[in-house]
């Protein structure tokens, strides 16, 4: 199994900037998909970016891309979210996730195993 704990989230201002990062440990094999996604008071937890095993290709939801960056150091185990140009909107928890079963970007937030305790991003006006 895999074990994730994410860091980084904070308070900033509207056109700010801040970087998560997800630690991963409990598996030394990394090549599997990961992700981040956001769960904001009384919505749906949503995906935000995704990214294949090895960080070479990458989803984004449409209303972060240009802003925000997936990427991924198999070496230390660590997923990042770099987020440029942030706006209230992007208020909220922010979890990694990791899908064991594939090697793919993954959407479907059914086909994730495990789940980090999540990190407050709060963007304000």
């Known amino acids: 199994q895999v074990q994730l704990v994410e860091s980084g989230g904070g308070l900033v201002q509207a056109g700010g900037s801040l970087r998560l990062s997800c630690a991963a440990s409990?598996?030394?094999?990394?090549?599997?998909?990961m992700g981040w996604f956001r769960q904001a008071p009384g919505k749906e937890r949503e995906l935000v970016a995704a990214v294949n095993w090895s960080g070479g290709n990458a989803y984004y939801k449409y209303s972060v891309k240009g802003r925000f960056t997936i990427s991924r150091d198999n070496a230390k185990n660590t997923l990042y979210l770099q987020m440029d140009s942030l706006k209230p909107e992007d208020t909220a928890v922010y979890y990694c996730?990791?899908?064991?079963?594939?090697?793919?970007?993954?959407?479907?937030?059914?086909?994730?195993?495990?789940w980090g305790q999540g990190t407050q991003v709060t963007v304000s006006s």
């Open positions: 409990g598996r030394t094999f990394t090549r599997y998909s």
């Open positions: 996730a990791a899908d064991v079963h594939s090697l793919l970007v993954v959407t479907a937030k059914a086909a994730y195993d495990f």
